[in-house]
């Protein structure tokens, strides 16, 4: 990231309602995380991002470790991927805890610019090399 651009506003997630609203949306999965996303259809609106880290992945110092690990990757490389109107869940895995950084970003980067390319004809999303016969 160069040091003069600034990362854009995110909203916060903070109902319930809205993080079960974005479980209807598409869900992308990666090695330290499930990444949901809503389209809000609300271009004029900043993105928000929710993060949930269960008690399943650990104790509430492990659990709140991974969630700021994670609220730091979006802040310094994803937020720059993300759409303003679209809602963003990040699901925490335990294995978030002790990847490298640079995975964690990589990764999260990765989704999040995935689950904002165009979508095909069939609905499905369009894979580099991939010809629809």
Known sequence: MSPHRQPPELGRLKKRSDFLAVRKGD?????FFVLEVLDRERPDEA?????????????AVERNRIRRRLR????LSAAFDMK?????????????LDAPFGALTES???RIARSSRPKDTRGGQRQ???RNA
Not at 27 to 31: A, F, I, L, S, Y
């Open 84 to 96: 303003p109107g679209h809602d963003y869940v990040v699901v925490a895995r335990r294995d978030a």
């Open 72 to 75: 730091e990757a979006v802040r």
């Open 128 to 130: 580099p090399g991939h």
């Open 108 to 110: 999260l980067c990765q």
């Open 27 to 31: 869900r992308r999965k990666g090695p």
């Open 47 to 59: 993105a928000r991002i929710g993060y949930t880290v269960t008690k399943r992945q650990g104790n």
